[in-house]
């Protein structure tokens, strides 16, 4: 009997460890806590599959509950941390920009007269998840409102399932629109040269394109004078990047889920994902995608050898037909900020670019520092030898990365020195 149930403990935690242990590179600090999160993840990811396929609810919808259900427990234990508490000084009021619900944080006032920086925030999340209101978002722009002095908007834009490119873009557009408006920034007391576009991940990619569409718009007096992109999305048309091929299984976004959230947010049928992977939508057949708009995102020119190592580039003669006809966004620069054209990187803001080396997006973000510096823009691209996909939001505890630390330190450094 003994034996029995030592030989099932020791059965069940090698089943739990086999379920938990993934190889992860050296470079990667904490590596255990890292797993743990991802099999929390995962785990809250299958879950939300399983009430989907019993019929309850769509999967996006109830994995979001559970995550936040996650963090709300541990917010309870961290009531003296938790976000309300931890910047007493600032002004929180969740309002509307020009219809779009947005968070406002207002630093104490200064004397009369005392104009403040201003900061718009795109939250992350594969444009499916995420929120202003709770979590790592909330606690990031309280800081950034108290130690710059600045009024942080963060902006509540519409998500998959509810919403496809191009209404995320549209929503943060019309919120940076009213946010630079001469009025609302006399409103807030913001110096309009000192106005910053922000962004992580998903939202990296909404900073960029709305940044370079308020750059060529001549109707606008005001201007954001610089951009943040934490390890943004850029491109959708090569999933074969060194990044994409060297850090495909590593946590907290594998490849796999990139490309889903691509064609979800683009709303192209998941059954088409195994093209993706082979890259057979941007085949060469594909006139619409000419030899310029390649060169616009070619690694094999943008990338140094250091990133290059000894992948190869994946271009696919035929493909599948029409494919760019059918999914035009795929070729939009207001989805694909990369394929933006010089002349418009030229007008873009000065920039803060940083890239993770484990991470599958490390090559968008360095293909679009090169470009931004090629036009001309002053760019500080901040690179982290063992940075991994997530961790600018790991940085309190018990989550907390000492890289996602640095990382956010180093944010707030160049916002104070450059904004
Ligand atoms: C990619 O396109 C080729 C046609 O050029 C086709 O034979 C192949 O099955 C496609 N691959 C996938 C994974 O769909």
Redesign the pocket.
Known sequence: MRLLSLLLTVSLTLALAYYIYIPLPDAIQQPWKLMMLNAYLRTAFHVASLKQWLGYDHHTRSLLQFTFGFEGILKEFLSSESSAGAVPGVKVSDITFAGIPVRVYEPPAGGEGHLRRGLMYFHGGGWAFGTTKKGSYDITNRMVSDELNTVVVSVEYRLYPDAHFPVPYLDCLAAAKHFLSPEVLAKYSIDPDRVAVAGDSAGGNLAAAVAQEISVDDSMSVKFSVQALIYPVLQALDFNTPSYLQNQYIPLLYRTNMIQFWLQYLNIDLS?M??F??N?HS?L?HSSLTPELRSRLDWNVLLTQKYKKNYNPVI?????EGFLKKVPSLLDVRAVPLLAGPEVLAKCPRAYILTCEHDVLRDDGLMYARRLQDAGVAVTSDHYEDGFHGCFSLTSWPLEFDVGKRALRSYLNWLQNNL
């Open positions: 088409l195994p093209e992977f082979v057979n085949a057949q696919v003669e035929k493909g599948s």
